[in-house]
């Protein structure tokens, strides 16, 4: 049963379908700034926002956001303001949910969502995705003593998956496909989600694999966890959500991201949140680059600027 992923309709195919659409509409950027980027130039501000419970991509700690993401967009922004030529351009940050990160994009609250991001196609329809940062499984975890490493040995159970987000169609599909008659528990909260697995109240949380892996080192007792054998996708991308129809800002991210990725400051930003000790938390990831970063970062090499 390992790594089985062939049956749920996320081919590496259908992926490079949506990178393809989302920079598509790259390549004719207006020469004149857009509305997006008008109003950053005028009000010398930009909107980003962030999630409490995504550890370790965006939460907050000393009452303010940090994390993987989040130093993502602090760098972006610094290139933003060397290329329009605003050394006062400020971050106004503001907090949203899963229920509402798409929504506050849509209706024009955020200008980019500093959030791990997953592409599909339906979410393309609402926004606009940076190039990925970032590329993770989906996979599920329980405790150690439950004994639980496949997902046929979920038959039956309840298992819990935060609600809006594509984690809920990966495990629909797996109980539709091996007829596990699952009983499927949509939380709120990556938080409160794992204190429901501690308890033993739930069996197994569906989630994307790093942020489970960051669930169990923050746990008190994270030798009593394991992930599964078993994923449920492959290894999907991840960027961050703009505003639909605007060009040039979009092509400033862009650009910004590609130039981070082939920078030293990227290997200096990915290790201080994978590979070393996470301060104040004090646990270390251990999560080397995944081929599809590694491939996407040397894809990079060949970007003309």
């Known amino acids: 049963m390992k790594n089985r992923v062939s049956h749920l309709n996320y081919s590496l195919s259908s992926l490079a379908l949506i990178l393809t659409l989302s920079f ?4 004719s950027s207006a020469s004149r700034a857009d509305e997006l980027v008008s109003s950053i130039e005028k009000t010398s501000a930009i909107t ?19 994390g993987y993401s989040i130093d993502i967009c602090y760098k972006l922004v610094d290139m933003i303001r060397q290329e329009l030529h605003l050394p006062l351009l400020k971050i106004n940050w503001v907090p949203v949910t899963t229920a509402t990160q798409f929504l506050t994009i849509k209706n024009k609250t955020i200008d980019m969502g500093c959030i791990p991001t997953i592409y599909t196609a339906e979410r393309q329809q609402t926004v606009t995705f940076s190039e990925p940062y970032f590329f993770s499984a989906t996979r599920f975890v329980s405790r150690k003593e439950d004994d639980i490493s496949g997902i046929t040995e979920l038959n039956g ?36 989600a794992f204190s429901e697995l501690e308890s033993g109240r739930t069996p197994a949380i569906i989630s ?15 030798e009593a966890f394991t992930l599964s054998d ?3 996708s492959p290894r999907l991308p991840i960027g961050m959500p703009m505003q639909k129809g605007n060009p040039q800002f979009a092509e400033l991210i862009n650009h910004a991201m590609k130039r981070l990725m082939l920078s030293t400051e990227f290997i200096t930003i990915y ?6 000790p996470i301060m104040p938390e004090g646990i270390t990831l251990n999560l080397p680059f995944s081929p599809e970063l590694q491939q996407s970062t040397l894809s990079k ?5």
Request: charged share 15%; hydrophobic share 45%; no cysteine.
């Open 230 to 232: 078993d994923l449920l």
């Open 24 to 27: 598509s509409l790259l390549a």
């Open 48 to 66: 980003l926002s962030y999630e409490t419970d995504v550890f370790p991509f965006s939460y907050v700690a000393d009452n303010k956001p940090q």
């Open 208 to 222: 994307s694999e790093v942020l489970l892996l960051g669930q169990i080192a923050l746990s008190a007792n994270p």
């Open 157 to 192: 159970h309840t298992v819990m998956v935060k609600s809006g987000t594509v984690f809920v169609r990966h495990i629909q599909d797996a109980n539709a496909l091996y007829q596990l008659s699952l009983n499927i528990d949509l939380d709120t909260d990556n938080v409160k």
């Open 271 to 276: 290790n201080k949140w994978f590979m070393q």
């Open 301 to 305: 090499q060949f970007y003309s600027y």
